[in-house]
């Protein structure tokens, strides 16, 4: 029998740990065709694990088995991907504390006598789970790139854009709602531009006071005002050569928007309480929830300056237009923190899948998180559940049939072309790419007239339009 110094070949390895040995469960493993490597203790088992990738643990459970002695095993048990297989002698599943064990932390168990084919099953079965599971992950592609996770269409365009900003030094404006990642995008375009090597410094404009806001940005002198004790570089001034990031932008007050548009317009900037012009070379990246276009027609924000932090323009896209990202998030996040909770958690349950893929998120990727690593703690089984996860029931309505959404996509084109061409339907069916014959038909099928005020309708078969009479009426429905 291997001991704990013994090289350990994990295929078809079961870990059998118990403070006294047995040797003809020893043998009898031998002969079905596995290698026991035997542990007495969790933290000989956590260095034989942490060696090797071991599939299959054998727990044997003493008859006077304590909640100290089941807490130890669980925590050993919880932190590998172990799939373990309990011994008990009859009757210790009446026993709470050791049922509540079996249920959180093994995969299976067997009771005594334990020289049987039923262990055998438990453990072929075990190992084989195991080998399924390493089998999905191992070829499973890149979360994402720059840093984020996501492999959908919007988020791919995302990336090629992060990428076309990296070689320009023009200033750029990441749009999008709060939870989005603005942050990241920014740092990866930083990443990817000639000054990497250089400082990041960002800083969130609404975390500030507007009365320390400039001072902030642009440092002071000392003496500058109360409290100035000394010289303070500033935020603009530390980016030099490197990319500063204007985080929610939107909410920076006026008298700071004309100062910054003068450095921007000039590159030079002056410390409070100083007159000298300091040149800086900064790149400058900015962001907001804020919709800045209805900031400046509102006067919120000046026009000029928003013209300046724009030339290019990148849009985060929200969580709930994501699809399929959002599984792939919380299994991101559950990777993360899976080492939060009492319990060794397997994964994600199919109705939780389903609970996060109807919800909204209007807290968007950081509101998933927070809410994964809230489950983790919460959870009371091996897998978050939808209810672990506290999320509102989605309302979705009624039920919309392939048919019924097809039926109304081509009523509303047909009612967008007779407007654009003045309910002619000559030139409504030639836009329509179908014979005015058809474009009759349809629109009887679909209860539309040409003139509901009492004018004439079209002929299919020939005959002047109403449209082309100069009567120009709007269709309805009948």
């Not at 300091?278 to 027609?297: G, Q």
């Not at 009492?342 to 389903?354: E, N």
Request: net charge neutral; proline share 4%.
């Amino acid at each position: 029998m291997n001991t704990p110094c013994t090289p350990v070949d994990t295929e078809r390895t079961v870990l059998y740990v118990s403070n006294s040995p047995d040797q003809e469960l020893v043998e009898f493993l031998a002969a079905s065709g596995w290698q026991a490597v035997h542990a007495k203790s969790t933290a000989a088992a956590e260095r034989l694990i942490e060696r090797g990738n071991i599939k299959v643990g054998l727990v044997q459970l003493p008859d006077d088995c304590t909640s100290q002695h089941l807490s130890a095993l669980a925590s050993c048990m919880r932190r590998a991907e172990t799939n373990w297989v309990a011994q008990i002698v009859p009757g210790q599943t009446e026993n709470e504390l050791i049922s509540r064990f079996i249920l959180d932390y093994c995969f299976d168990f067997v009771t005594r006598p334990w020289l049987n084919d039923r262990l055998m099953f438990a453990l072929g079965h075990a190992h084989g789970l195991s080998s399924l599971r390493q089998t999905r992950v191992t070829p499973e592609p890149s979360l994402g790139r720059h840093g984020m996770v996501g492999q959908c269409e919007a988020m791919q365009q995302l990336y090629r854009r992060i990428d076309k900003c990296g070689v320009t030094n023009a200033p750029v404006f990441v749009a999008g709602e709060s939870g989005t990642g603005k942050e990241l995008t920014a740092r990866a375009i930083h990443e990817r531009s000639p000054r990497a090597g250089r400082a990041f410094v960002a800083i969130n404009c609404a975390a500030i006071p507007p009365s320390l806001l400039q001072a902030e940005l642009f440092g002071h002198e000392r003496g500058a005002f109360t409290g100035a004790l000394q010289r303070k570089i500033g935020r603009i001034e530390s980016a030099h050569e490197g990319t500063l990031f204007l985080d929610e932008i939107g909410d920076m007050p006026h008298e700071c928007q004309a100062v910054l548009l003068r450095f921007l317009q000039e590159g030079t900037i002056e410390r409070l309480g100083g007159n000298a012009l300091i040149h800086v070379d900064v790149r400058v990246i900015s962001a907001t929830h804020v919709d800045l276009d209805k900031a400046v027609e509102d006067g919120r924000f000046r026009s000029d300056l928003y013209h300046r932090l724009c030339v290019l323009r990148l849009v985060e896209p929200p969580l709930r237009e994501r699809g399929g990202d959002i599984k792939l998030l919380a299994n991101y996040a559950l990777s993360m923190y899976r080492q939060d909770g009492a319990r060794k958690l397997r994964g994600l349950s199919s109705d939780a899948i389903v609970a996060m893929s109807n919800y909204q998120w209007p807290g968007n990727v950081r509101e998933l998180i927070n809410c994964v690593r809230r489950a983790v703690v919460m959870s009371e089984g091996r897998f978050i559940t939808a209810s672990d996860l506290g999320l509102p029931e989605a309302d979705n309505g009624p039920a919309v049939t392939l048919a019924e959404i097809r039926s109304k996509a081509e009523k509303d084109a047909i009612e967008h072309a007779l407007q654009r061409h003045g309910y002619r339907l000559s030139e409504a069916a030639a836009e329509l790419g179908i014979s005015r014959a058809t474009l009759y038909r349809l629109m009887h099928a679909n209860r539309l007239h040409q003139d509901p005020a009492g004018g004439r309708a079209s002929n299919p078969n020939g005959g002047t339009d109403a449209g082309d009479e100069g009567q120009r009426h709007a269709p309805s429905l009948v």
